[in-house]
């Protein structure tokens, strides 16, 4: 899942103040989840907003309106009339969301209101944790499913480092797991230890083909 969280409301305000209408935008999805960017986040954005507009005496309409998917183009179009009715897009979804409505609305300011951080998987209620940083050349195979690229603070294909905590932590932040502690207890638990015997050279980003373009086919 794509996590972000809201960008500062100074920022926001900042950004947006030059335009009189503005739409807020949500994204139902990956952004809902984390509680950045669904129907109530923009209700809560719109509220803000419209405050702090209220108490500078400026005139101003904010509209609201929350889609499934803003990276869909169908699903972004459903916002066609609302956009045409304002000065300026907040969009609350991720990155690719915001770029999908520029490309759809060419004319349009369509501004981020989100940090877009990483792909995560929901740890426990209101923590998401990295698990992948899109590398174009999945190494989980060698490591016990455990991803060293974003999940070992110094992104080792081989490991450990030699700081590892007592106990298993990273050297470079105690609350966290070193990640070759874990890699190693699943090697071992899998009878596949020989892997971390294996040397790794460095990681070739050429793999990472930007900008990206996949051509699915179906089976
Ligand atoms: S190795 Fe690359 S593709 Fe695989 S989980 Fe890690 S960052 Fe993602
Ligand atoms: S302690 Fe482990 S996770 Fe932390 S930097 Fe070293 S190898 Fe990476």
Known sequence: ???????????????????????????????????AGGEKEVGILASQLRLARGTEGKDHAILEATVERQCEKEMAEELRS??????????????????TMAEIFEDKPIFPALNTTFLGMPEKEGVWVEMCGACGD?????????????RCAKGLLNGPCGGTRKGGKCEIDPQKDCAWVLIHRRLIKQGRLYLMEKYYPPKNFRAVKRPGKI????A
């Open 1 to 35: 899942m794509i996590i972000a969280e809201r960008k500062p409301m100074e920022e926001i305000k900042q950004v947006t103040a030059p335009y009189k209408k503005l739409l807020l935008a949500g994204c139902g999805t990956c952004v809902t989840v984390c509680w």
């Open 82 to 99: 609302k956009v045409a009715e304002v000065d300026a897009v907040l969009s609350l979804a991720c990155g690719i969301g915001v770029q």
């Open 138 to 150: 999945c190494f989980l195979d060698r490591t016990g499913s455990v991803c060293p690229i974003v």
């Open 215 to 218: 051509q699915a086919i179906k």
